[in-house]
């Protein structure tokens, strides 16, 4: 491979800022399905999703619906919030008292969610905007001003893929959250690390396929980084229908998934110290069970044994006022029989276990 064959980050950048503020009119115009909205989207979120201007929405390229639960009067940083969909969603859900920053680096997509910004919180009825929009780069935020600890929860959705310099987001990531803060995103990831040759395809980029993130390499990075556990919240293969595409890079394997990590100390693996949670049915959007991730499923009232990690992810965090955790890490008892930290254990029914 030659100098000239290697894209610089600013390059890759203005790939991706041209396919989708000139190539990309709407969600008809993509190659393939990876940018899709599998995810689950309850009938209320779908009702507010009715009140977003039908510009904003046409022009939505997500790959799920990481809409985070219990974020009333919370700060939420949405990472390339394109025409805002998602922000403005959030927007009705943290409240009047609450607030969003969306980001990001595409000039005509911060235009379309500026121009309906004032509309939009004229229908969610708030006397003064909620939200503001930022034109910049998600790999550095000091720039726009986002300062240490400010933030309670950070989303994405199917964004940082994108990203030519992935370790400097997370990096960024952690450094805004507050602590016990929450990452609540969806992209898609990788079986196999992807052939050097088609990163740099600005179609497979612009499509989400080239930047997705090799899961055991992602794994490594949150762990570099501090983040030694992660969650799992949903997971499903991604089938690429476009003849195409599949013929350039059908030998790869994708995953859309949906990841959440907390700013936390954790251990490397699930330990048991005897401890138990009860869900208290106090969410509103989950006023019977609580799906912390693909095999923690949290019936209200039901004694539930967790590890440690859940135990802190529970009970040092926004969630700790909907769980009742009983026990500390005074005894130990070894370690819970169970996968390592972030690997998925999807089933039809989450598991009553830990982990």
Not at 126 to 154: H, Q
């Amino acid at each position: 491979m030659n100098n000239a064959e290697v894209k610089t980050d600013q390059e890759t950048r203005q790939d991706v800022s041209t396919y989708y503020g000139e190539v990309l009119q709407s969600k008809d115009d993509l190659a393939t399905n990876a940018c899709c909205d599998p995810g689950m989207m309850l009938p209320a979120w779908r009702k507010t999703l009715s009140e977003i201007h039908p510009e904003i929405t046409d022009r939505f390229y997500g790959c799920g619906s990481p809409i985070p639960f219990a974020i009333e009067g919370k700060t939420v940083l949405d990472l390339g919030c394109g025409t805002g969909r998602d922000s403005f969603l959030i927007s009705k859900l943290v409240g009047p008292h609450g607030k969003v920053i969306g980001v990001d680096m595409t000039e005509a997509q911060i235009a379309v969610a500026n121009r309906h910004l004032e509309h939009q919180m004229q229908v969610f009825g708030y006397d003064k905007p909620n939200v503001e929009f930022r034109l910049g780069f998600i790999e550095d935020l000091a720039v726009l001003g986002i300062e240490n600890e400010s933030v309670d929860v950070v989303v994405s959705n199917c964004v940082i893929n994108l990203s030519p310099e992935k370790e400097a987001v997370f990096r960024e990531i952690f450094r805004v959250l507050k602590p016990g803060g929450e990452l609540y995103f969806s992209d898609i990831f990788a079986g196999r690390r992807i052939p050097s040759e088609l990163r740099r395809d600005p179609l497979l980029r612009g499509e989400c396929l080239a930047g997705a993130m090799y899961i055991g390499d992602f794994r490594r990075m949150l762990a570099n980084l501090g983040c030694l556990d992660y969650r799992i919240a949903r997971s499903s293969p991604l089938e690429i229908f476009n003849p195409e595409v599949m013929e350039r890079i059908g030998m790869v394997d994708f995953q859309n998934m949906t990841v959440r990590a907390f700013k936390l100390p954790m251990e490397d693996r699930c330990e048991n110290y005897g401890q138990v949670a009860y869900y208290l049915g106090t969410v509103a959007e989950c006023p019977h069970a609580f799906p912390l991730d693909d095999h923690h499923l949290f019936t209200t009232g039901l004694p539930v044994p967790i590890c440690g990690n859940t135990a802190d992810m529970l009970s040092k965090t926004r969630y700790a006022t909907h769980f009742r955790t009983v026990g500390d890490s005074r005894v130990h008892y070894g370690l819970f029989h169970c996968a390592e930290p972030g690997a998925s254990q999807s089933q039809e029914k989450p598991s009553l276990g830990c982990c």
